[in-house]
């Protein structure tokens, strides 16, 4: 592609779709100029250097989360809606949540994505440094239940490049922990259930449990505790040596 009809939107798609399949370690200024079809000089025109493309790429993709509409859905319905959007778009670009060691970033989208994100929580009643606090908690939450996909997929393809069997070592790897995992009682009864297909794997459903009990918590930081569930204690007949339960008789 010659320098003059290159875009740098043509660069900015590109690169994603380069990142998203070769990660962090195969993008270059070379291997992007040979998708597009042009040399890697030609990128440069365009984008300073591989640091500032990832800066670049990086803030397109909070344009892909999901931002509820705050007057037509409660607090509760667009904390969730925005969280399991942010899992989503970080479970379709593994590579950004290892990018996250390596570079701050910034820019219009994630400036976009954060300020709703704390318009949400002060909707659901924090104030200022609170509604920080509730925002960045939810964050790492969801952070954190896609390292282990992120982890995954650069390791796949670490072991591809070098001619592993990258299916083959991870099935080998679990039967391995499995074995060690059979000498503890309570993980021996867990991999002797259905529901658990390998040591170390998540059960279904376990980001939107997790998920909304941390809003529960956070919740309760504006509303109080929750009552119990099931009668109260405090409310049940006293009862008499005579076995009545009426303190009268």
């Known amino acids: 592609m010659p320098r003059d009809t290159l875009t740098k939107e043509q660069i900015l798609r590109t690169a994603v779709e380069l990142l ?6 195969g993008l270059n200024m070379r291997s992007l100029g040979k998708r597009l079809g042009t040399v890697a000089t030609a990128v440069y025109w365009h984008v300073k250097n591989k640091d500032d ?19 037509t859905v409660g607090w509760r319905a667009a904390a969730t809606a925005m969280a399991t959007s942010l899992h989503a778009m970080f479970s379709r670009h593994p590579w950004l949540v290892q990018a996250f060691g390596s570079h701050l970033f910034y820019g219009p989208g994630k400036a976009r994505h954060d300020d709703h994100n704390l318009a949400v929580y002060e909707r659901a009643g924090f104030v200022g440094t609170q509604a920080d606090r509730a925002a960045a908690t939810v964050f790492t939450f969801v952070l954190g239940n896609v390292l282990g ?24 790897t679990m039967a391995k922990a499995s074995e060690v995992a059979m000498r503890f009682p309570r993980l021996r009864a867990r991999l002797g259930t259905p529901a658990a297909a390998a040591y170390a794997t998540a059960p279904d459903q376990t980001f939107e449990f997790g998920l909304q ?20 204690p405090r409310q049940r007949p006293v009862t008499t040596p005579g076995g009545s339960g009426d303190p009268s008789s």
């Open 213 to 232: 009990a941390l809003l529960d918590g956070l919740e309760d930081q504006i509303t109080g505790p929750r009552a119990p569930a099931g009668p109260d």
């Open 20 to 25: 998203d399949d070769e990660g962090l370690d």
């Open 149 to 172: 996909v992120s982890a995954t997929a650069s390791l796949t393809r670490r072991l591809s490049r070098d001619g592993a069997d990258a299916e083959a070592l991870f099935q080998d």
């Open 53 to 71: 493309l990832i800066l670049l790429v990086g803030d397109r993709l909070w344009d892909e989360v999901e931002l509820p509409d705050l007057d």
